[in-house]
């Protein structure tokens, strides 16, 4: 019923009901979670969450539980809510899984895969940021966000159970996948783009904006490389569904690693998969990443030009 009454606002105003809406979301989210988890872990569970212990199961699995619920309802949820409001009226969602070529989409799943040695070069790269002594308290103030990070992640890929597994495919794969290429990709640069009317503008924004929310600063630089993959691979297919893909992937990969090293299997953990590859297999994997992406690109933009 609602449907596209915002439709008729400018860009700027759209932008603002975005962040408006994502804020609010986040907000009620996590509200949301702490009462739900009141009954498990009584009144002082806002305490338990501020001052986690991390080495006490019941407060990472209170964690995740936020982690789950603050995805699903702080970005997923307000990214479809603009989209219903901002979209025309009687048309279908642009971009909103409209069916791209199945090749494409495991197309996608290699060019993942195979860019693993160029992402671990982007983190070797950005591990060496460091900033002016006059600005050395945003430093310390960077490095205390990647170690708190660190930390959550450590507690969150600390298992070696399937049923532990499964609910890190869930929530570190599965739901960011779609959850974040709803919001970024399908809201976020798709604005940026009837804002700009610059593709590549809309692409490097939002990527921009996509490494940044996650404030793990070192590890800005691969998260922005991926994002403008994503960002580009929306565009020319017209479909959430290979971002998607390749989102999911790149998560998968980090939990299956993490899995496998923890139980013996692998002898890298996901930190460092795909850091301290050799210069040749670097090269091989540019080289492979250009050309696949290329291929993509011409397969996909062709199939939404014979669609149309």
Known sequence: MLRGIYNQLNNFNKFILLITLVLSFLIFSLLLGILVLVPFLGTGVINLLANPDYSDPAVVTAMKVIQIINMAGGLLLPALIYTWLCSPKNTENRGFFKSVSPFAVVLTFILIIISQPVIGLASEINSHLSLPKALAFIEE?????????????????????TSGLLLNIFMVAIL???????????????????????????????????????????????????????????????????????????????VMVEFLFRKGIMHTNADNFGLNSSTWVIAISMVCVTGLLYYIYKLTVTQKDVSQ
């Not at 993959?229 to 999911?248: E, I, K, N, Q, T």
């Open 176 to 254: 960011p996948a779609f959850a974040e290429e709803i919001l970024f990709r399908g809201a976020l640069a798709r604005l940026f783009k009837d804002w700009t009317k610059n593709v590549h503008l809309a692409v490097f924004l939002s990527a921009f904006i996509f490494a940044a929310i996650h404030m793990q600063f070192y590890g800005f630089l691969p998260r922005f490389l991926l994002g403008t993959a994503l960002g580009y691979l929306f565009f020319w297919s017209g479909s959430l569904w290979l971002p998607v893909a390749a989102h999911f992937t790149n998560n998968f990969l980090s």
């Open 141 to 161: 103030w960077m490095k205390s966000k990647e170690d708190l990070g660190a930390q959550i992640t450590e507690a969150f890929f600390s298992t070696t159970s």
